[in-house]
């Protein structure tokens, strides 16, 4: 697999992503979600590759979300791919479990990709936040529907209104990551963590994830990640959503109206 914005390499039967635009903290645009869509459609297509690591370029972030800079000049003309944020927030078709291997910080769009694999490792220097309301925005690439699920909604919705940041530590004691290790060993754990669940069954893996993504549909994950979108289109309309864009490019404090 070649690509532009995004590094592949195969080990056994492990597929290592690394997101990589590490000029501007691994962030996200159009772009770099339809290069991630396709590496997910080639990954569950091959049946020689069983587990994937998704990590980021350099030391400092494993994604800062969504590339604002990007969508205040207008972003692209491509369309974007409809599995969602990095190719993951919406699709519920992939039966091959994706570990997150959080070397640094995950903001935003970063937080919900992680929130979309399947196993969490991160990095003692690992930080975590749902900052879009000070921008502006809104978790809408999941991370409503998936935080409150996972940690429970009263501490995610604390998360969410605030937008604050957590370290590691504190992302362990909610919920939110798996395990946390020193930073010059998390690749080799979370490789770890790959050749332990490839010693399982494959098919068996891929049915558990099968019975996983209906239950999400049942649970209506599906549901409410399509209403977040829908949300986010009219929120998109608002004054204080060019101005938390503007003021972000700009590196200003933002000035709300309130509509």
């Known amino acids: 697999m070649s690509y532009e914005f995004i590094k592949t390499e195969v080990k056994d039967n492990i597929l290592l992503v690394t997101m990589n635009r590490p000029e501007v903290y691994n962030a996200v645009h159009v772009e770099m979600h339809n290069e991630m869509a396709d590496c997910w459609d080639k990954f569950a297509a091959n049946q020689d590759l069983w587990v994937a690591v998704l990590t980021g370029a350099g030391d400092k972030a494993f994604t800062a979300g969504n590339d604002l800079k990007a969508t205040a000049q207008g972003g692209s003309k491509a369309k974007m791919t409809e599995t969602g944020f990095a190719g993951l927030s919406s699709r519920f078709d992939l039966e091959k479990p994706i570990i997150a291997a959080v070397n640094g910080f995950a903001m935003g769009g970063g937080f919900e990709t992680a929130l979309s694999c399947d196993i969490i490792l991160a990095s003692e220097n690992a930080k975590f936040a749902l900052p879009e309301v000070k921008v502006g925005f809104f978790a809408a690439a999941s991370g409503v529907p998936r935080l409150s699920r996972y940690i429970g909604r009263l501490a995610a919705q604390e998360m969410m209104l605030s937008g604050r940041t957590i370290g590691a530590g504190e992302a362990l004691e909610m919920g939110c990551v ?6 010059d060993q998390l690749m080799d754990k979370a490789m770890e963590k790959a050749q332990q669940l490839c ?8 049915a558990t994830k099968r019975v996983l993504n209906d239950l999400a549909k049942r649970d209506g994950m599906v549901e409410s990640i399509a209403y977040s979108r829908e949300v986010l289109k009219d929120l998109a309309l608002t004054e204080d959503f060019k101005e938390g864009v503007n003021a972000f490019v700009e ?3 933002p000035k709300w109206v309130n509509k």
């Open 178 to 183: 798996n395990e946390v290790h020193p930073h």
């Open 199 to 206: 010693t399982g069954s494959p098919s068996a893996i891929k």
């Open 251 to 253: 590196k200003r404090a």
